[in-house]
């Protein structure tokens, strides 16, 4: 199973029907919420979380809708309660065992999203530059879909100023003919990755880039009245900009991860410790920006994808430290680029010695 996300081209009136199933959606989720968490708190009730769903469906259809207040919920699919509801059942379970901590309410400002879903279930969804969505009608995608798909349940999410839609296609992709049988990779700050058939690959920093503006932005905002239409406004701008940053990261992971997924056989990469590398101070922004811990996410899917397997290299093993000419270790500063063994007078780049390393790194028995 995989998934498939495309940007949607709409106009001012579809860009509002998006926003109010999105509000919709969040009404909802906080009332159900509410009653939810005040039948909690009186211990003389008790009730299922799937008969209080199941209850408040019937409220909502037969009297909130009718309330003149929440009269404007009729206009709305639907559907998008119905998922709403499915969200905050599953966020209660989650809750009880112990997996999240207790569901808070949803704001506007931590994003716009919902879901629809075919109520007769699986339906297609044409190749071309249209997409049909249950419930809501047909609208235009800024890149087409190459083939026809199977699918049910659709995701809306907004990023930035721009609508998306997902969803899930329940099949396997085709198996690929890599080209290499094996690479170790190292990863740094300096180059993203050094890969030991000697290629290199250097990250942009979309947030170092960005930062300048970002702060001129968050100090404009600052000094603007509370929740004004100005400050809302330079709001959207700094969403904006921090989508801008995200897309770019996520350009260069999904390229490269793609690359190394469809042409090694076997991949060998450390296995990092983000949240300890991002507690010193002096490299979690670079560490952020860069996106460590999503190059491992998505090169784990992706193995499995594309049918390459994935090893990860003990944290603790000296990669950086150790000659990979002749096994000879030694201190390695961050500020010493230049690995010069002291034992065989090996000369070589700190990062690519490392990946040989990676490479030819046997577990313990």
């Known amino acids: 199973m995989f998934a498939i996300k495309r940007a949607l081209k709409l106009n001012k009136s579809e860009a509002t029907l998006m926003a109010k199933h999105a509000g919709f959606r969040r009404v909802v989720y906080n009332i159900a919420l509410s009653f939810r968490k005040s039948l909690y708190d009186d211990s003389t009730i008790k009730i299922s979380d799937s008969k209080f769903i199941g209850t408040f469906k019937k409220y909502l259809t037969n009297t909130l809708k009718k309330l003149p207040e929440f009269s404007w919920m009729q206009e709305m699919s639907s559907r998008v309660y119905q998922n709403a509801l499915i969200d905050l059942q599953t966020a209660f379970k989650r809750y009880c065992s112990g997996l999240a901590k207790h569901p808070v309410f949803a704001k506007r400002s931590k994003g716009q999203s919902f879901t629809v879903d075919d109520s007769n279930g699986k339906m297609l969804v044409a190749s071309g530059n249209v997409i049909k969505i249950p419930t809501l009608g047909t609208f235009k995608l800024h890149e087409p879909l190459e083939q026809s798909y199977i699918s049910q349940t659709f995701n809306l999410t907004k990023e930035g100023n721009r609508w998306y839609v997902s969803f899930c296609v329940d099949a396997e992709r085709l ?94 990469i450390e296995d990092l410790n983000v949240k300890g590398m991002m507690s010193n101070h002096k490299l979690a922004g670079a560490i952020a920006d860069l996106g460590f811990y999503e190059f491992r996410r998505q090169l784990e899917y992706k ?63």
């Open 175 to 268: 198996p690929v003919q890599h080209t290499q049988e094996s690479v170790g990779i190292d990863l740094g700050i300096k180059s993203f990755t050094t890969l030991s058939n000697t290629q290199v690959f250097d990250a942009p920093k979309p947030l170092k880039q960005a930062k300048t503006k970002l702060l001129k932005l968050q100090r404009k905002a600052s000094k603007q009245v509370k929740r004004s239409q100005n400050q809302r406004k330079t709001y959207d701008k700094i969403r904006n900009l921090h989508n801008r940053i995200a897309c770019i990261r996520k350009d260069f992971l999904h390229k490269l991860t793609t690359f190394l997924a469809k042409t090694f056989k076997l991949i060998k």
């Open 303 to 365: 193995c499995l994808m594309y049918g390459s397997k994935l090893e990860l290299v003990n944290q603790w093993f000296p990669s950086s430290k150790t000659c990979s000419n002749c096994g000879h270790k030694q201190d390695m500063p961050l500020s010493v680029r230049t690995y010069e063994c002291g034992n065989c007078g090996m000369v070589m780049d700190r990062d690519l010695n490392a990946a040989f390393n990676i490479l030819n790194y046997q577990p313990s028995a």
